[in-house]
Nanobody, 121 residues
Framework: QLQASGGGLVQAGGSLRLSCAASGHTFSSALMGWFRQAPRKEREFVAAAGWGGGTYYADSAKGRFTVSRDNAKNTMYLQMNSLKPEDTAVYYC?????????????????WGQGTQVTVSS
């Protein structure tokens, strides 16, 4: 089970830190990722973190967002800085066990319930 939290309403230029806590399973060999979905848009990749510390970002997130994970706590984080109105979306965390495309949401095996991020202009 994955539980995402930390969303909220913030002004443009502000920051938020999302958390994704995993329970019931140790995702030690899995890639943990963040996706987001805005109204009337498809779910898109934001960032991901591997067990060994490797990180991956969408172009829209590079330089502003930082993904990390605490394996001992089975938790992943997404620090979002310099937020823009176009970052407004429901943010989901997910876990992938296979070596399939990390940027494709269909590659992921487990999903959290999502947390709303709203950035006002």
């Amino acid at each position: 089970q994955l539980q995402a939290s930390g969303g909220g309403l913030v002004q443009a230029g502000g920051s938020l830190r999302l958390s994704c806590a995993a329970s019931g399973h140790t995702f030690s060999s899995a890639l943990m990722g963040w996706f987001r979905q805005a109204p009337r848009k498809e779910r898109e990749f934001v960032a991901a973190a591997g067990w060994g510390g490797g990180t991956y970002y969408a172009d829209s997130a590079k330089g502003r967002f930082t993904v990390s994970r605490d394996n001992a706590k089975n938790t992943m984080y997404l620090q979002m800085n310099s937020l823009k109105p176009e970052d407004t979306a429901v943010y989901y965390c997910a876990v992938k066990f296979s070596s399939s495309n990390k940027y494709n949401p269909r590659s992921y095996n487990y999903w959290g319930q999502g947390t709303q991020v709203t950035v006002s202009s």
